[in-house]
């Protein structure tokens, strides 16, 4: 009777998770799978007709697509400019906020808010006008005085432009901080001021070990959202000024969408699947030499 009982108990179960399991086969695995087919052929969406052609598709890429390496040198660049200073910041904006002061709860509320809508393409296009020539950041600079700077029309200053964007957006990375930091014993630190190490020595001693599962959760899911970059890339400069912001997301979304060369795309995207894992894997190999969990003995 009890073995009745859980057997149906876990058909009710599997009868709530029904809608999220269809979801995910549908919207995630087939699509996964497909898209790796599609990249092995020629595939015109616009016809619905696919040839197969092997890997053709990713030699061309590699050996006569010139605007490859262009993008794979921007979204590269753009991956250091960002990841780095996102978890910095974060790690500041937390350590900041890590104490019992009045208004405390506001303040992260306040500092978590663009996290919200930092990606959105509200948002974006703002950016644009602040950034534009003669937007608000250039009338800030000649209201002090300063020269202004073609911030989304000189290649040396459009990536960096677009990685303040993401920057801005820390706020999610700064709540799982946060609550990292509240999980380091107050003991520990208490025993090491007694010893007389210096607020330094604590942080990369203390702070820093303790909160290194978080760090690299945060490295590995910052790295994926930066790799796939799409919103303010295109939304804010297209890709230019002279391919310099042209992302690979960008020119993933040109050749499937503009160019109906699908499988081109695919081809493209799974270049990108392959990098990421590629560093998420080396990052776990390297994970034993610096990550440290409460539970190891």
């Not at 020629?42 to 052609?53: A, E």
């Not at 970059?229 to 002279?242: D, E, R, Y």
């Amino acid at each position: 009777m009890k073995g009745s009982s859980l057997s149906k108990r876990n058909r009710v179960a599997y009868l709530y998770i029904l809608p999220w399991l269809i979801g995910i086969v549908v919207f995630s695995v087939y699509p996964f799978f497909i898209s790796f087919y599609y990249s092995l052929c020629d595939y015109n969406p616009l016809l619905s007709q696919h040839t197969f052609i092997g890997f053709d598709n990713y030699v061309k890429l590699f050996t006569k697509d010139s605007e490859f390496f262009k993008s794979l040198k921007a979204t590269l660049l753009y991956t250091v400019y960002t990841v780095p200073s996102k978890l910095l910041m974060s790690l500041a904006i937390a350590l900041m906020l890590n104490k019992a002061r009045k208004g405390i709860g506001v303040l992260r509320t306040i500092y978590y808010l663009p996290s919200l809508f930092g990606g959105s393409i509200a948002v974006a296009v703002l950016w644009r006008i602040m950034f534009m020539d003669k937007g608000m950041v250039n009338n800030w600079l000649k209201a002090l005085g300063l020269s202004t700077v073609s911030f989304l029309g000189d290649p040396k200053f459009a990536l960096p432009t677009l990685s303040l964007l993401e920057v801005w957006q820390f706020g999610s990375s700064m709540v799982l901080f946060l609550a990292a930091l509240k999980q380091v014993p107050n003991s520990l630190y208490e025993a090491a001021k007694i010893d007389g190490a210096s607020s330094i020595k604590r942080f990369f001693s203390i702070t820093l070990p303790g909160i290194s599962p978080i760090i690299f959760f945060c490295i590995i899911m910052q790295t994926l959202n930066a790799m796939q970059n799409f919103t303010s890339a295109f939304v804010i400069t297209k890709g230019g000024p002279l391919h310099s912001t042209y992302m690979l997301g960008v020119k993933l979304y040109n050749d499937g969408f503009k160019l109906y060369r699908m499988g081109y795309a695919s081809a493209t995207s799974w270049i990108i699947f392959s990098i990421v894992a590629i560093f998420t894997a080396l990052l776990f190999i390297s994970s034993k030499y610096w990550v440290f969990y409460s539970d190891e003995n």
